[in-house]
């Protein structure tokens, strides 16, 4: 069942918040390329195994977990942590200065372009009210 608004046209479906949507994907993207720089310290023996492993697995897990928490109070700031994290993988594995950089340049991205995303969708929702579904 469909709902029209008054002006006879479809009325459209919310869609989900940018902003949450768009960091989240940068920290699963983020959660992948920390497990291989997990593998390139790995395999230049750069470190201890066990030393590696624990310190690469756990920030991959951790950047799984708050894309799944960034809708929740202090989300944006724990992810926003979190990218220092990554940076500072990059005194073991210099490229991660780099990659890492980019992906704060992209968390930062995410960060203005989500919020300025979602302040339009509700000045639209404000100014046609009935347009936008449940």
Known sequence: MSSTVPDGGQAVR????????????????????????????????????????WVGGTLSVTLIVLSGLMTRPGGY????????????????????????????VLWIVALRLGGRIDRERAEYDAANPGAVGP
């Open 14 to 53: 919310r869609k989900r918040p940018a902003k949450p949507q768009f960091t989240q994907t940068i920290l699963v993207l983020e959660a992948v390329l920390v497990f291989f720089a997990t593998l390139v310290a790995y395999g230049l023996r750069l470190a201890e195994p066990a030393a590696i492993w």
């Open 77 to 104: 700031v724990a992810g926003t942590v979190v990218q220092v994290l990554v940076l500072a993988v990059g005194f073991f594995v210099p490229m991660m200065f780099v990659v890492g950089g980019i992906f704060v």
